[in-house]
């Protein structure tokens, strides 16, 4: 071993002794410095017990790794991470023009699976494709996030009356979330503006504000738009106390060539004028849609403040032509400590004792001649009294963590992004067979998971976890094998279902 040392020692210094210029007399030193410490340490060797020996290998490993007492500054303890995509409809095409649509579970799941695997500080989509029906909640979770929105309407999206059919009045929409514990306050600025933009103000504890904005225009709306789009980011910049603006959209620019600043087009050049009066700067460099071009951009007005800005084209946080693009801001922020939560631990349930109290309950004289909602309330008192008896509870350590999202949704998900990674890498038609299958596998473990954890009650005890412990155990069904009514026993399922008709129009009629 102190040979091996010694060889690194050699090695290192060797490497030092490389440089040029003022750092050669300190290299020179510090070999000489070292050789002769090292000489010291061969000779305690020497006369030192084994156990002496361990300490001074260990020293040797942090001379010769500093950066292992280095490992450098923490830069997110003092940055806000953002995550930007343009998600392409997180509902279905064919569901655009209904009130009411049905999710597409694909887009859904992946989402909602970065989101509680990678937690970013904020969250900003374009062309959500959301509807006022749509609460935000199902989407993102109401308890990490609070979020922001503006749907497409016809004042966002306004007709063109010569041409009706010009533009789509469905889909596009934008969104905003922020982290719930965040140390900081966060409204939504209302600005009369004709185009899909969104305003959200962010103050600090030391009284500075932020300002983040998203856009999302469509590539063949003409001049109008985008003078609103600039009037409306001018309206922001005159705000007073404003340390810095941020607007991460899809603008649909593909023609502007962002190293010169020089457009193709008269409105590309109308928003590149207006982008520099507002000390807007493009931080995008890279192709943010799978068919080339940048169509995505991140403007601000404090490029120092942006770090780690970064376009994954290898990796899918939800399915999109659109590449999601990740970046921090460095600023000052606390975080709320959010408390642990606990739930149970039925694995380790004392079942028997459990059976025994319940068996010994006067369950005809608690429940009887009550209504079903008191009769209810007695017996989830009851249940729940020695629940927290007999029942431990375990500390879930992942907070922010659905109950569903255990670690066999994390595991398939780590599969399903290598798999990506895979065939992005080399786009073989197994690849491909390979990653659709384990995708489809993981939505589908996802929507098991979460039928699976639907809770019964208000209480949030008796969840159906609980209820599917007691089912596999008792082997027995909501629906008895053979119903008897007014002296009549019948199997058969369509019987069966008659005379739950007949019994529950008596009772209710």
Same mark, same amino acid.
């Given at each position: 071993m102190?040979? /091996? !040392?010694? !060889?690194? %020692? !050699?090695?290192? =210094?060797s490497m030092r002794s490389c440089c040029t210029g003022s750092e050669v007399t300190a290299n020179v030193t510090n070999v000489i410095y070292h050789s002769h410490f090292f000489m010291y340490l061969l000779y305690l060797s020497e006369i030192l017990p084994l156990e002496w020996l361990s300490v001074l290998n260990c020293y040797l490993i942090v001379i010769c790794n500093p950066s292992i007492i280095n490992p450098g500054p923490d830069m997110n303890a003092n940055s806000l991470s953002i995550y930007y995509q343009n998600v392409q409809g997180l509902i279905p095409f064919s569901y655009l023009a209904d009130e009411n649509p049905k999710f597409d579970d694909t887009k859904i799941c992946e989402l909602q699976n970065f989101i509680f695997t990678s937690l970013p500080d904020i969250i900003i989509l374009n062309e959500t494709w959301l509807k006022p029906s749509i609460n935000s909640s199902e989407i993102i979770p109401a308890h990490l996030y609070h979020t922001f929105r503006s749907d497409r309407s016809h004042n966002t999206h306004p007709r063109d009356y010569n041409n009706p059919k010009k533009f789509r009045e469905n889909g596009g929409g934008v969104l905003i979330s922020i982290r719930s514990n965040l140390s900081l306050m966060a409204k939504k600025i209302e600005i009369k503006c004709k185009a899909e933009l969104l305003a959200v103000e962010i103050t600090l504890e030391d009284k500075s504000k932020i300002i983040i904005v998203? *856009? +999302?225009? #469509?590539g063949t709306l003409g001049v109008e738009n985008a003078n609103e789009i600039i009037s409306a980011i001018k309206v922001l910049s005159r705000k007073k106390s404003i340390r810095k603006i941020l607007l991460a959209g899809d603008l649909n620019l593909k023609g502007i060539d962002w190293e010169n600043c020089v457009g193709k087009t008269n409105v590309e050049n109308i928003l590149l004028t207006g982008f520099a009066e507002c000390g807007l700067v493009q931080c995008v460099r890279d192709a943010t849609h799978n068919k080339g071009g940048i169509l995505d951009v991140v403007l601000t007005s404090s490029v120092n403040s942006l770090d780690n800005l970064k376009v994954h084209k290898d990796k899918s946080y939800c399915n999109s032509d659109h590449f999601p693009i990740t970046f921090d801001i460095k600023t000052i922020i606390k975080r709320i400590k959010i408390p642990k939560r606990k739930c149970y631990n039925y694995s380790k349930a004392d079942w028997g004792a459990l059976n025994r109290e319940f068996t010994n309950i006067p369950w005809e004289l608690i429940l009887d001649c009550m209504d079903p909602e008191s009769a209810w309330c007695n017996f =989830?008192?009851? %249940?729940? +009294?020695?629940?927290?008896?007999? #029942?431990?509870?375990?500390?879930?350590k992942n907070e922010h963590k659905p109950p569903w999202f255990d670690a066999e949704c994390? /595991?398939? *998900?780590k599969e399903k992004d290598k798999l990506h990674k895979k065939f992005k890498a080399n786009k073989t038609i197994t690849n491909e067979i390979k990653f659709k299958h384990c995708r489809k596998e993981f939505k589908e473990m996802i929507k098991t998971k979460m039928r699976a954890n639907l809770c019964d009650t208000q209480r949030n005890q008796l969840t159906k976890k609980f209820w599917s412990h007691v089912k596999s155990n008792s082997k027995s069904t909501r629906i008895p094998e053979a119903v008897y009514l007014d002296g009549k026993c019948s199997s058969d399922p369509s019987t069966k279902a008659n005379m739950f008709n007949q019994f529950f129009f008596r009772q209710f009629s």
């Open positions: 102190i040979a /091996q !040392n010694k !060889n690194m %020692l !050699n090695h290192r =210094s998203t *856009c +999302y225009r #469509v =989830s008192k009851i %249940l729940h +009294y020695y629940m927290e008896k007999f #029942v431990p509870k375990i500390t879930v994390y /595991q398939k *998900c």
